[in-house]
Nanobody
Framework: QVQLVESGGGLVQPGGSLRLSCGASGIIFSIYTMRWYRQAPGKQRVLVAS???????NYADFVKGRFTISRDNAKSTLYLQMNNLKPEDTAVYYC????????WGQGTQVTVSS
């Protein structure tokens, strides 16, 4: 069974930073593309960033230059470093892997507010 567990969310002021983590189990983590999505209240879940098994990264335009996705294959952990956070970044952030079908973690809440 695939299990994805996000952590690291919280309340931060605009301009601040957070680092999200996603621990994975039940898969050979190193061979899969991993993704971060987010979902704000009343809105669709959208792709934030992805990283391939080879370390190739892609970002949504609204986070380019501010967020960095990375992975530690030895720890089977995915990260999202979030800098210069804006109120519109407020959302539940989800870890995702396509392993036959999309699989998701439980999400971690990020709130950006003064």
């Amino acid at each position: 069974q695939v299990q994805l567990v996000e952590s690291g969310g919280g309340l931060v002021q605009p301009g601040g930073s957070l680092r999200l983590s996603c621990g994975a189990s039940g898969i050979i983590f190193s061979i899969y593309t991993m993704r971060w999505y987010r979902q704000a209240p009343g809105k669709q879940r959208v792709l934030v960033a992805s990283i391939t098994s080879g370390g190739i990264t892609n970002y949504a335009d609204f986070v380019k230059g501010r967020f960095t996705i990375s992975r530690d294959n030895a720890k089977s952990t995915l990260y999202l470093q979030m800098n210069n956070l804006k109120p519109e970044d407020t959302a539940v952030y989800y870890c995702n892997v396509l392993r036959g079908f999309d699989q998701w973690g439980q999400g971690t809440q990020v709130t950006v507010s003064s």
